[in-house]
């Protein structure tokens, strides 16, 4: 029913804005974003209508990353689809395995895209094995660390102490919990942040085939020796009342702007968020590694969102599509993006404008995440993840996860589990994609 | 004994019946019709292409521990929302029913919540229950119990019952309470007369008579603890921790809506319809004749 209901919304939405259509060509735009981020979208489309009189971008909101997502395979199954539709990171397999679906953005850029004018740890998330993009990262960013610097004053801690180490962190997370801190630490996002990206920055399989970029016949690898060590840290930390777990999404950062967590994994894109809010001194550090493992960490993987360009529309539209995704691309709009939002530049010129303006000296600790994303060349650990049926994978490992914060599990019989049910979901996935 | 209408012609008969033939062909025989069809396969996720698997979603399914569990949490899921919304909703109606001064006014107000839809009935007691920020979980915290319903699974299911249960309460309540008032006052008087007490009254005349509006509403709630308590538990727990309130429903919308997976969400439908057909077969058979009607 829900099917068919988004499906008709679906056509009515394009039906009303046939009605509008005139001389200039409109392109359907679906995107995933509300409120402040909602209305920055708004004003890219505005600009990029105001620019040109031959193409109009008409954005529409469709719902969370899931329903988004959704929305866009129930019109293409009914033949109504949106010219471009923002899918987040973890529907890119399923987007690749829609070989009839989706119309690749290097084809539709035409000859003259200049593919290397994009940062390679941001588009390798959504190119092919032979390195062509096949959809426009539009809003990436990788987690960090958020200090809150008046709670490490409180505990007499030297807010500026070295948290660069897991090794460390723990040691700050025993004198916070001494010192009476009822949330020393909180996290967002546990499986992106603590399995997904913490395999990538030490180098470790996520899964096998190069975590699946190498083909849907991947198995997960994530319970190995180092992901069972951290995990394992975790859920003593967590035991011990050091790291207290909020929820699978933010949750935890409504405790951490309210000051009463003092660190706090998220996303670099928790920016704007806590900059808004949050009644104290706040500082931004790179992600703690363990340096157990090594010493001298990769680089970390994006999440977010990019945008596909569906199949099945007109020439003129796609020269629309072309027109909008190359704005979108340029420097100029690419580091005011940046700037408000906390997402990180998808282009070099982006970055080095934004540097230019002295916004990273003017806010400092902006550019960690930047930094931290591009320490390194990716390698076939931390390029990305290419998984299918990789939300409930998500929904999998949160469960599993759970059942180690609560104590009901080991870490290695919870990241053994997660394995074992994740890899059924794969093999289901490669059968409906053969 | 019985009376029977007759028509002469057989034209109108079948224009009275049609309309409602025809919604049920529609909105339920063909979407039925699909899911059975449908749970033959395993199709990508934009049907561009599926392949034919026999019963192997039903093999893949019954394989997995973890759907065959959910059959048990929605046997508790049901069976305490069903008991949650219908015992308050009677005794709220017998309450009102003697009430004398203001009896609207308190049925009124007792009907609200049934308008509240699922969804964001579900986020209000999210909001009450939040470990970290709700305003219940803080006083339970104050009188020393660490109220955390993401990782403690009765907690958990506890608060997806109550979320559930609070709008329906409204409705059952407006069922008993029109019940109440069919009850001829002469039989209580009577009873009354001879001696009988408010809870002998209750037990022995009032409840068997109240049996038809008992027994409807228990199929309806059944039917609603079943289908359409997800969004319930989509906003509260999102079927966990660890798939302790992931009932049959759920995994429905989540293997289909969040996995894509159609070929395993057409797979569970079908087995959902199945029981939920016996268990209506069951209710008609065997509860149906304690009804007096």
Not at chain 1, 54 to 76: D, P, Q
Not at chain 1, 220 to 246: P, R
Not at chain 1, 294 to 322: K, R
């Amino acid at each position: 029913m829900t099917k068919f209901s988004i499906a008709a919304t679906a056509a009515l939405t394009t039906a009303l804005s046939t009605l509008a259509a005139s001389a200039e060509t409109e392109v359907q735009f679906w995107h995933a974003f509300t409120g402040r981020l909602g209305e920055l979208v708004d004003a890219q489309v505005e600009t990029f209508n105001g620019s040109q009189d031959a193409y109009k971008v008409v954005a529409s909101h469709k719902g969370n990353y899931s329903e988004t997502l959704n929305a866009g395979i129930a019109a293409f199954r009914a033949g109504e689809q949106p010219d471009i539709l923002m899918v987040f990171e973890v529907g890119t397999a399923t987007m690749m395995g829609a070989k009839g679906a989706i119309n690749p953005v290097f084809e539709v850029m035409g000859d003259g895209f200049d593919q290397d004018a994009y940062i390679g740890a941001v588009k390798g998330y959504y190119t092919t094995a032979d390195g062509n993009m096949l959809s426009l990262p539009f809003n990436s960013s990788t987690p960090v660390l958020w200090v809150n610097r008046d709670k490490l004053s409180e505990a007499g801690i030297d807010p500026d102490t070295d948290l660069s180490t897991w090794e460390k962190v723990g040691d700050v997370l025993g004198q916070l919990k001494d010192a009476g801190v009822d949330c020393p630490m909180t996290t967002a996002w546990q499986s992106w942040i603590h399995l997904e990206n913490f395999s990538a920055y030490h180098d470790v399989p996520f899964a096998t085939k190069d975590n699946g970029f190498g083909g849907t016949d991947t198995e997960l690898a994530f319970n190995s020796d180092a992901q069972v060590a951290h995990i394992s840290a975790m859920g003593e930390w967590a035991q011990d009342g050091k790291f207290i777990y909020a929820g699978r999404r933010n949750e935890g950062g409504a405790n951490f702007r309210g000051g009463e967590c003092a660190l706090f994994t998220e996303s670099s894109a928790g920016y704007a968020g806590i900059k808004s809010e949050a009644g104290f001194e706040f500082d931004v550090r790179p992600l703690p590694y363990w340096e157990a493992l090594t010493t001298d960490p990769q680089n970390t993987i994006i999440g977010g969102a990019s945008l596909w360009v569906m199949a099945g529309q007109s020439d003129e539209e796609y020269a629309g599509v072309a027109e909008f995704l190359s704005f979108l691309s340029s420097p100029e709009v690419q580091a005011q993006w940046h700037q408000d939002t906390g997402y990180l530049p998808i282009t070099s010129a982006a970055a080095e404008l934004t540097r230019e303006q002295g916004f990273y000296e003017e806010n400092p600790g902006t550019d960690v995440a930047v930094i931290q994303m591009t320490r390194k060349e990716p390698t076939a650990n931390s390029k990305g993840l290419r998984l299918g049926s990789f939300d409930q994978i998500r929904g999998i490992i949160d469960e599993e996860l759970e059942a180690v914060w609560s104590g009901d599990k080991s870490a290695q019989d919870a990241l053994d589990n997660a394995v074992e049910r994740g890899n059924q979901l794969l093999r289901r996935f490669e059968q409906a994609s053969n | 004994m019985e009376k029977r209408v007759t028509f002469k012609g057989w034209l109108l008969p079948v224009a009275l019946i049609a309309p409602q033939a025809l919604i049920s062909l529609i909105f339920f025989f063909y979407p039925a019709a699909q899911a059975v069809w449908q749970s033959l396969f395993i199709p990508d996720p934009f049907g561009l292409s599926s392949q034919f698997v026999g019963l192997g979603n039903f093999e893949f399914l019954l394989k997995d521990p973890y759907y065959r569990s959910s059959f048990v949490t929605t046997a508790i899921f049901s069976t305490l929302v069903t008991l949650a919304a219908m015992i308050p909703a009677l005794f709220l109606a017998v309450v009102a029913d003697r009430l004398i001064k203001g009896a609207g006014a308190y049925r009124t107000m007792l009907i609200w919540p049934y308008a509240v839809a699922p969804a964001v009935a579900g986020v209000l007691w999210l909001f009450m229950f939040n470990p970290r920020v709700g305003v219940v979980a803080w006083y339970l915290g104050q009188l020393g119990y660490d109220w955390n319903h993401v990782l403690n699974d009765g907690e958990a299911m506890g608060l997806v019952v109550a979320a559930s249960a609070w709008g329906r309460i409204s409705y059952n309540f407006l069922f008993f309470f029109a019940g109440l008032q069919a009850i001829p006052k002469s039989l209580i008087e009577a009873a009354a007369i001879d001696g009988a007490r408010f809870w002998k009254r209750f037990f022995t005349i009032v409840l068997p008579l109240l049996s038809p509006t008992t027994f409807f509403l228990l199929v309806v709630n059944v039917v609603y603890a079943f289908f359409e308590t997800f969004g319930v538990i989509h906003t509260i727990t999102s079927g966990g921790p660890q798939q302790a309130t992931t009932i049959l429903v759920y995994k429905v919308f989540s293997d289909g809506f969040v996995g894509q997976d159609l070929g395993s969400s057409s797979a569970q439908s079908v087995i959902l319809l199945v029981v939920v057909g016996l268990l209506t077969i069951i209710q008609f058979k065997f509860v149906e004749k304690k009804v007096h009607y």
